[in-house]
């Protein structure tokens, strides 16, 4: 059955890249959803009659969402790139990411010191097995920014480790002593992967700018919010390519409603550069 994913619908209407349901229900239908129930813990049975009144609200207005957004979407010819956009995310999600490379999800996880980030390769990797083999999501575990928390923090005791940020106290009390088993080994272990390496030389970071201005004029013609259109990282990626070799492409996944909005202009933004680096 076909999925809809009314967060990307908002983003294509101009209400940001990554706005939540709770805001885009306050922002349509002006009511303010609770949101006392957020952090709880939604893996206990039974659920508390104030969970399974969070639930219902968390899908009450999904239906007159989706039914206004297909109107204005239709009406502006966005419906087609709403679902390319949604299914290049999907395949992303589903992507089959080695466990052993799991630690280069996390945002941020390439301003770690080295040490840090031998912590964070340890979790990452023994998130990605547990989160398969218990069939959860990796966040039901801890959170990309939780990962680097831990990492940054180092915690060496339960009471330590609670006080991350957002760290669920079951998940203390029953993964806790593995989780600080990994870090203590991380911390006196050989190392275990290099560091990051510098993506980009200083001569070519102003170039990202420029990219990001070029796309900024793009999406204010179309109408769109530029952080629709390439992310930062995917910018730095495609100059990093360019400086290594010399060579210009689009990014593998982009859909074909990027392409026909702004590819040729960002293949020749990108060539004229070669002679900038």
Not at 77 to 104: F, H, I, N, S
Not at 208 to 222: G, N, T
Not at 256 to 270: D, M, N, S
Request: charged residues 25%; hydrophobic residues 40%; glycine residues 6%.
């Amino acid at each position: 059955k076909a999925i809809y994913d009314t967060q990307i619908g908002a983003a294509f209407l101009g209400a940001g890249l990554s706005i939540g349901y709770k805001n885009l229900v306050d922002e349509i239908f002006q009511v303010d959803l609770p949101k006392g129930e957020q952090r709880s813990d939604w893996l206990q049975r039974p659920l508390s009659d104030r969970q399974l009144c969070y639930a219902a609200l968390d899908v009450t207005f999904l239906t007159d969402i989706y039914q206004q957004q297909l109107v204005i979407l239709q009406d502006k010819g966005w419906l087609e790139p709403v679902e390319q956009e949604r299914q290049v995310r999907l395949d992303k999600q589903l992507r089959d990411t080695p466990p052993t490379e799991a630690y280069r999800r996390g945002k941020g996880a390439n301003r770690l010191s080295f040490q840090q980030l031998q912590t964070a390769y340890v979790l990452a990797q023994w998130r990605e097995i547990e989160a398969r083999s218990r069939n959860i999501p990796r966040g039901f575990l801890f959170k990309d920014s939780q990962l680097l928390e831990m990492a940054e923090k180092q915690p060496d005791n339960h009471r330590t480790l609670a006080r991350i940020e957002g760290m669920r106290h079951r998940f203390v009390r029953e993964d806790g002593d593995t989780v600080l088993a990994l870090i203590a080994q991380a911390s006196n272990s050989e190392p275990l992967v290099p560091a990051f390496p510098e993506t980009l030389p200083p001569r070519a970071k102003p170039l990202i700018k420029e990219l990001q201005l070029l796309l900024v004029d793009i999406a204010k013609s179309a109408g769109l919010i530029p952080e629709l259109l390439l992310n930062r990282k995917t910018l730095v990626s495609l100059l990093t390519e360019l400086v290594n070799t010399g060579e210009v492409a689009l990014p593998l996944e982009l859909p074909a409603w990027k392409k026909a909005l702004f590819g040729e202009q960002l293949l020749a933004g990108l060539t004229s550069m070669k002679g900038k680096i």
